[in-house]
């Protein structure tokens, strides 16, 4: 009897050190991946007779000026956010969630001193679907709150990397700066961009990294079991027609 009651006393301290020990690495993991990021802010813009907006008041030519608009069906949205979920024993999970509920239009020029500008594309958050409806649903509800903000809106207002010509079917990589509105919220975030047009079609793909606070959004931390990263990785991989 002594045995039996000291081997369940030695069962019961493993686990309560195992507890504790989870307890205290998801702690210090949530603390880790969590840490405070400043908001940049909007950029203030200033319309251009034209009907450009820009940063500094300057007014852009709209000669040679063509506009492309974003095909939904053959464009994604999407946003990858690094999770560790401990009772699934995934400690390094990514979570990403995708979407083709993407619209928007942007104006071009190409030729001798390349041109993007007006660019103003808009996601529906509400559809974003990774592989698990449970955490679709906590993020709707708990983090983006699509039933109040149900869209992200960017709006561009310069462009840096362009070259100095370009011609058809060249790829190009430059940074589009604008405004990301998200969660009622509103700020300067910059888009690494790389695409080519060809004829009256345009493909590409643009990546920014954000802050869920940034926006005041809580990343989602379920007990600290379930906690996301306040990073995330915001890609969209577009096709858009000559309008």
Request: charged share 10%; aromatic share 8%.
């Given at each position: 009897?002594?045995?039996?009651?000291?081997?369940?006393?030695?069962?019961?301290?493993?686990?309560?050190?195992?507890?504790?020990?989870a307890v205290l690495y998801t702690s210090r993991f949530a603390n880790t991946v969590n840490q405070t990021?400043?908001?940049?802010?909007?950029?203030?813009?200033?319309?251009?007779?034209?009907?450009?907006?820009?940063?500094?008041?300057?007014?852009?030519?709209?000669?040679?000026?063509?506009?492309?608009?974003?095909?939904?069906?053959?464009?994604?949205?999407?946003?990858?956010?690094?999770?560790?979920?401990?009772?699934?024993?995934?400690?390094?999970?990514?979570?990403?969630?995708?979407?083709?509920?993407?619209?928007?239009?942007?104006?071009?020029?190409?030729?001798?001193?390349?041109?993007?500008?007006?660019?103003?594309?808009?996601?529906?958050?509400?559809?974003?679907?990774?592989?698990?409806?449970?955490?679709?649903?906590?993020?709707?509800?708990?983090?983006?709150?699509?039933?109040?903000?149900?869209?992200?809106?960017?709006?561009?207002?310069?462009?840096?990397?362009?070259?100095?010509?370009?011609?058809?079917?060249?790829?190009?990589?430059?940074?589009?700066?604008?405004?990301?509105?998200?969660?009622?919220?509103?700020?300067?975030?910059?888009?690494?961009?790389?695409?080519?047009?060809?004829?009256?079609?345009?493909?590409?793909?643009?990546?920014?990294?954000?802050?869920?606070?940034?926006?005041?959004?809580?990343?989602?931390?379920?007990?600290?079991?379930?906690?996301?990263?306040?990073?995330?990785?915001?890609?969209?991989?577009?096709?858009?027609?000559?309008?």
């Amino acid at each position: 009897m002594r045995a039996r009651y000291t081997w369940f006393v030695g069962i019961g301290i493993v686990i309560i050190i195992i507890v504790v020990g989870a307890v205290l690495y998801t702690s210090r993991f949530a603390n880790t991946v969590n840490q405070t990021h400043t908001a940049s802010g909007p950029i203030a813009v200033t319309p251009t007779a034209a009907g450009a907006t820009t940063a500094t008041g300057t007014s852009t030519s709209s000669t040679g000026l063509r506009t492309f608009q974003i095909v939904p069906a053959q464009t994604t949205a999407s946003y990858s956010v690094y999770e560790n979920l401990v009772f699934q024993n995934k400690p390094n999970n990514d979570a990403v969630g995708t979407t083709h509920s993407v619209q928007g239009n942007f104006h071009i020029r190409t030729g001798t001193s390349p041109l993007v500008e007006a660019m103003n594309v808009k996601v529906d958050l509400s559809t974003l679907q990774t592989d698990s409806p449970m955490r679709d649903n906590y993020v709707r509800q708990h983090a983006l709150e699509t039933d109040t903000y149900p869209d992200a809106t960017f709006i561009s207002v310069s462009t840096q990397g362009l070259p100095a010509s370009y011609s058809d079917g060249q790829s190009v990589h430059f940074q589009l700066t604008g405004n990301l509105t998200m969660h009622g919220k509103t700020n300067k975030e910059v888009f690494d961009v790389q695409g080519k047009v060809v004829s009256k079609t345009i493909t590409g793909t643009a990546t920014s990294t954000i802050y869920m606070t940034d926006f005041g959004i809580q990343p989602p931390n379920l007990a600290n079991i379930a906690i996301s990263q306040n990073k995330v990785l915001i890609t969209i991989n577009f096709t858009a027609k000559e309008a």
